[in-house]
C-alpha cells in the first residue's frame, strides 16, 4: 500500500484543525485530517445564534449519557460538533483560556501555565477573541456587580461579571477551521478528506501504521496517526484500536494490542443548574411586541451584522464564589438574555432570561465505555454527575448566591420576576431537588485520556504510552477540566501537539 500520507489526524475539531495545520507549517510532511461530518460551509454555522438548531442536527453527534444517579436516572445529551470545526462549530464561542493554576494544579511536566501561555498567545494571535458588542442591556448591566473596572470582561482568577470575550469576527463565527486549517490547507502539505469515519488504528509491531475507516477503507500513515476525535470519540477509537482496559476488550473480542486500564476513565464535566426569569420587557423572546424584531431579525442580521441573530445566546456571565468566601471562584455564571423553555416544550411564549451557574472544578468522575466493537454503536457515557457530594453543595450554594446576585444586579426596566424554579425553592434540600431533577452540563467533556506519568493512557507529551507513532491532541487528556469553557484549551492542546509531536517524530 502506497503511504497516503505522513501524518494522519483523525477529527477536524478545535484541537484537530490547530495540530494539523501546525504540523503542515512546520514541514513534518504530508498530513491528512480524516473528519467524519460535512463541511461547516453552512450559514447556521457562521450566523452565531445558529446554534439553537445546529444542536440535535446532523452536525451534531447527539450523543446520550447513561441514566446518571446523581440525576435520578436521568438522561442528557451529550451534543458534540460532527463537521469540520468539530464542537467549536456548534459552540457558543464563549473564549476563557481558565485559571492559571488549573494548568500548574495539573502537575504535568511541560503544562505548567508558564509552558502554555505562548501557546495561548499563538492560538489568539489568529483567533482574535473580543468583547462581545450590542449586548442586551441586562447583560450589560452584569458589569457593575462585583465593582472595579466595568469594561473589563469577567475572568475566572477573581469574582467577576459582565460581558464575556467571543471568537467571532464580523459578528460570525471564526473557529479553528477558519482561523488554521483553511489558511494552511492553500499554503502547505495539507490535504482535508470530509465524510470519513474512523473505526480504528492498526499497528505493525506496535507502531500505528493505518488509520481504518468505517467502510473497510485502509490509509496508511507513513509517520504517524494523531487522534483528535474528542473526549466521547478519541477513547472510543483507542479501545476499538486494541488499546485500552484489557478485561474490556476482550469481553468485546477485541484483539490486545496495549493494556491501559486508565483508558475511557476519568471522564468528567462541568455540571450546572439555573434560574429562569420571564416578564413582560425583559429579555429576548417570543411575544407580539417582539414579532417585528423577529421578522427583520434575518435581514438585520444579513445587511448590518447586528440584532438577534448576531446573538451566539450566551453573552456574558460571572465567576464567583458559591458561598461568598473569600477564596478563588469555584463556579461560572452564563447568561443567556433569552427566554428558554423549562416546562419541556420546543418553544416558549414570553420574554425572559436564563442564568446558570456551574461548578468550576468537579470532584465527581465517571467513564467512558464501548458498547460493541462496531464502530456505528455509540459508546457508553457515564459523566459520573454529581457522585461527589461536593459538587452537590457548591451548586446548592451557588444557586443561592446567584439569586443574590441577579436580585443586586441594577437591570432597572429588563428586571423580571424568577419562574422557576421560583423563589420558594429555597432551603437546601430543595435546591438539591431542584438539581436533581433538572442539574445538566456546560457541554465540556473532558479526560478520558488523560496524560501524565505512571499509569496515564497518554504521556506528556501526548503520545499514547505503550505503542509508537500514535498522539492524542484534543480536550481528553486533560487531566481536570479548566476552571470556565473548554474551546479555548482544547485549541491550545492542538498547537502544543504539533510542538512536541514536530520535535519527537523527527
Ligand atoms: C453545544 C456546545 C456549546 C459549547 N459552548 C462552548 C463555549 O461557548 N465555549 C467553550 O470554550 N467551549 C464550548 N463548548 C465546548 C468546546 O466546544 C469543546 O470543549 C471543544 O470544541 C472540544 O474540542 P476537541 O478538539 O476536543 O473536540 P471536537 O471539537 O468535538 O472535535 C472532534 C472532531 O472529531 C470528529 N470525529 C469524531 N469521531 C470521529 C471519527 N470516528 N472519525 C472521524 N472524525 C471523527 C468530530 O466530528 C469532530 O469534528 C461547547 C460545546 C458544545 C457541544
Redesign the pocket.
Known sequence: MTPSADFIV????????IAAAELARRNVGRVLV????PTDNHPLVKMPFG?AW??GSKR??RFKTSPQKGLGGRQLA???????????????????RGRRDDFDGWGVKGWSWRDVEPAFESVEAKLQPKQMTGVHPLVQALSGLFGGNSDDAPTPEYESAGI?C?NMRNARRWS?ADAFLRPAQDAHDLKVMTG????RVEFDNGQAKRVV??DGTKLSAAKGVIL???????P??LMRSGVGPEEHLKELGIELVHSAQEVGENLHDHPAAGLHFAGPGSGYGLTFSQLLAWALAPFRYLFTRTGRFAS?T?EGGAFFNARGDTGAPDVQC?FIPFMLDWKGSRFTLGSGYFADVCVCRPKSRGRLRLVSSD?RVAPEIDLGLFQDVDDVETLVAGLKRLRTLMNKAAFGPHRAPEVHPGPAVSSDDALRQHIKTRGAT?????GTLRMGDGTAPVTPRLAVAGVRGLWV????VMPAVTS????????M??YRAAEFISEDAA
Open positions: 483523525v477529527g477536524a475539531g478545535s484541537a484537530g484543525c480524516l473528519e467524519a461530518g446554534l445546529l444542536m451534531d453527534w451529550v451534543p458534540r460538533g460532527r463537521m469540520l470545526g468539530g464542537s467549536g462549530s456548534i459552540n457558543s464561542m464563549v473564549w476563557f464575556f467571543f479553528a470519513c469515519v474512523v473505526d475507516l468505517v483528535s476525535a474528542g473526549s466521547i470519540s478519541s472510543a477509537i451566539p450566551v452564563h464502530p456546560a457541554y465540556h467533556p473532558v491532541a484534543d480536550a481528553s470556565a469553557n473548554t474551546n479555548a484549551p482544547s485549541m492542546i492542538g
